[in-house]
């Protein structure tokens, strides 16, 4: 993944992207020099820059993947003042956790979404709703503001 990721870095060098990795394991044994891939964030340039002119707020959905991998893709979304849809970061996780959803979120709000007053629009997960109210998170009621898309 990660030559993947220098590849998307050299056609956009100005994209944003975080990755977290933990130990790979043989059977019962780690190996040392290697990981894998946990969680990995990333945000165009062009999206995070078309955000500062549309509507305040941001939709979260996820869909799963499937295949020889699996996981979940999350995507923050917004709309243009002609309610285009405009997707604005994308995340891949093992699956939709509270640990998950907080590295998502916290990111989102780090290097995207740093106005206040933001409402951010999800499903009724908990792992969201918990990842939000997190004090570390950036997202707290007095800085933005969440409802559920029904």
């Known amino acids: 993944m990660p030559k993947l ?3 998307l870095q050299s056609c956009c060098p100005r994209m944003i992207y975080e990755i977290s990795v933990v ?12 990981s ?15 955000f500062k002119h549309c509507k305040s707020f941001v939709s979260i959905n996820g869909t799963h993947l499937y295949g ?6 999350l995507i923050a979304m917004t709309q243009d003042g002609n309610s285009n849809i405009i997707p604005v970061v994308f995340v891949i996780v093992e699956s939709e956790t ?3 959803c907080s590295f998502f979120l916290t990111n989102l709000r780090r290097y995207v979404t740093l106005q206040e007053g933001l409402l951010i ?3 009724r997960s908990q792992a ?12 707290q009621t007095s800085r ?6 029904v």
């Open 144 to 149: 933005a503001f969440h409802a559920y898309c």
């Open 23 to 34: 130990p790979y394991y043989d059977e019962y044994l780690m190996v040392r020099d290697r």
């Open 68 to 73: 020889s991998y699996g996981g979940v893709l």
């Open 98 to 100: 509270t640990k998950s």
């Open 121 to 123: 629009i999800s499903d």
């Open 128 to 139: 969201i709703k918990v990842a939000l109210r997190a004090d570390d998170s950036g997202w």
């Open 5 to 7: 990721l220098e590849a």
């Open 36 to 50: 894998m891939l946990d969680k990995v964030f990333w945000a165009f340039p062009a999206y995070m820059e078309a």
